[in-house]
């Protein structure tokens, strides 16, 4: 594939095949250059119908299938991910501009994991029998209908694939909207799915700007919505959703705490500051963007990370060598520099990096930063790190904790009855301890506060992509009243 084109046979994916779509025009550009790679269509409003029609009409047929049946077809998809890896690298890298050493191990490969974690589990849902000493009622896991999935562009096809195989695997049908910014990996993975052998309408695929997923969420076939995206986004979504009885999955943003206490390894926790602020050029969801370092070790962990941040190799993405990519959109960069420079306004200190040149923004540090400036409150969602200072235990736990978001924290010491204290007095949903950004899907993965609702991955999801029904089994006579 040249840098050029990564154009798909058509924009949409409904009813097992490749549709154009009859919408408003949509150029993918590729973020490095700014040149366009595709020219894709939005659905129309009758084309978001047709999907959710393909969907609801799929669905009996697929949740009719025996578990192990489903989890085949979708084992047979991650084969199929393993077997084009480097050209779905490439595309991914293409669609989002990341670093290509990024989405060879971290994007697609994940998504794979997922498929292949509930390809797995699939077969092993059962209900429960509960004895009432003659009667009984035994419950069925159903599945819920028809899903809606609506990404976000930091990680498009892991989003799609996180979203798509609890949902598949319970026998729900899906169809998924990526975002505007990145559109491809989503086909890509309808066409992976199709040649698994699942059935045509199972997963299908529509493009277009927040009103189609607008569109989407109000459609009275969709019974439930999983969303990942902003909290402004998050609440319009689930309002939406609630007017309709749906179920939600909400993963949100956040502002989330790195705590750095004195007896940690300063070589570990600047290690895991960078990567809970620079990776993906810093657009990742549960990043440590307000990193708490105690007296002792605060100077030596800025000087450290510095010197650290002085190597990063920023340039083409396609390159092997680069660790640090483009942000993802000129707006999107715009909206970082703002950030920057409203730090830089109220008074926090520029340790390195700064507004950079075009699609780059440098791995950035501000340091004495203070709780109340925006930098430290908001969600930049790019390589913005705020480093702040703290004297002791209850202080750093009640300054992390002043946040309305609540998706991940993470804590560096060596003194480990304080690491559990400690994560168990923060507001978070998903915990690092000597850790950061590790998100296995054996594990649960979500937010509370307003960083959302449910959780991805593991056997959690598995109950959020299905409901309960309760059969009461009469075995004796019916005495009535009258
Ligand atoms: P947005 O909230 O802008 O968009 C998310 C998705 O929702 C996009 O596909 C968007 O479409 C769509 N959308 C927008 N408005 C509506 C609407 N009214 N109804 C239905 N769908 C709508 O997020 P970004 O794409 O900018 O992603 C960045 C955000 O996502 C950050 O806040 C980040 O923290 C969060 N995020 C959270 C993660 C998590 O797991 N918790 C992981 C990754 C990101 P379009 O873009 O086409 O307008």
């Keep these: 594939m040249s840098a050029t084109n990564a154009h798909p046979p058509a924009s949409l994916f409904i009813g097992g095949e490749y549709v154009e779509g009859e919408g408003p025009a949509l150029d993918v550009r590729y973020p490095y250059t700014g040149e366009v790679i595709a020219q894709l269509r939005e659905a129309s409003p009758a084309q978001v119908e047709a999907a959710t029609r393909a969907a609801a009409s799929a669905q009996a047929e697929w949740a009719a299938l025996r578990p192990v049946e489903r989890g085949r077809i979708l084992s047979r998809a991650v084969q199929i991910i393993h077997d084009r890896a480097e050209e779905l690298a490439r595309l991914e890298t293409l669609d989002t501009g990341k670093p290509i050493q990024e989405t060879r191990v971290a994007d697609w490969p994940s998504g794979a994991e997922a498929l292949e974690y509930f390809a797995g589990l699939a077969a092993t849902v059962t209900g429960q029998m509960i004895p009432l000493g003659g009667d009984f009622v035994y419950t069925i896991r159903e599945p819920l209908g028809v899903c809606a999935g609506i990404g976000a562009w930091n990680y498009p096809s892991q989003i799609a694939c996180w979203k798509s195989a609890p949902a598949l695997a319970m026998g729900n049908a899906m169809v998924f ?175 390195c990096g700064g507004p950079g040149e075009g699609a780059f923004i440098p791995p950035t540090v501000f340091a004495d930063a203070r709780d109340d400036m925006t930098i430290t409150r908001e969600e930049i969602f790019g390589p913005v790190m705020t480093v702040l200072r703290f004297t002791d235990e209850a202080e750093a736990v009640t300054r992390a904790n002043a946040t309305s978001f609540g998706l991940a924290a993470g804590v560096f010491t060596r003194d480990l009855a304080r690491a559990h204290r400690v994560v168990a007095a923060l507001q978070a949903g998903t915990c690092w301890i000597n850790a950061y950004n590790l998100t296995p899907v054996e594990a649960p993965f979500g937010g509370v506060k307003q960083s959302g609702i449910g959780r991805e991955n593991s056997a959690a999801a598995i109950e959020h992509y299905s409901q309960l029904k309760s059969v009461y089994v009469g075995t004796g006579p019916v005495e009535a009243p009258y």
């Design 177 to 351: 909207k990526p975002s505007e910014e990145t559109p491809l990996g989503a086909l890509k993975l309808a066409e992976i799915f199709v040649q698994a052998g699942m059935p045509a309408g199972v997963f299908n695929v529509v493009q277009g700007r927040g009103a189609v997923g607008a569109a989407l969420v109000t459609d009275p076939r969709v019974a439930k919505v999983s969303l990942t995206g902003s909290v402004p986004t998050g609440r319009k979504v689930y309002a939406a959703a609630a007017e309709g009885m749906r179920h939600v999955t909400m993963e949100l943003g956040g502002k989330s705490p790195l705590i750095v206490f004195d007896d940690a390894s300063l070589e570990d926790a600047v290690g895991a500051a960078i990567l809970a602020n620079f990776y993906s050029s810093g657009q990742v969801c549960s990043n440590g963007t307000r990193v708490f370092v105690q007296d002792g070790l605060h100077d030596a962990f800025l000087a450290r990370l510095a010197e650290r941040c002085a190597d990063v190799r920023m340039g083409d993405p396609l390159d092997e060598a680069t660790q640090h990519g483009p942000i993802i959109s000129p707006a999107q960069a715009e909206k970082i520099r703002a950030a920057i420079a409203s730090g830089l306004a109220e008074g926090a200190r520029l340790v």
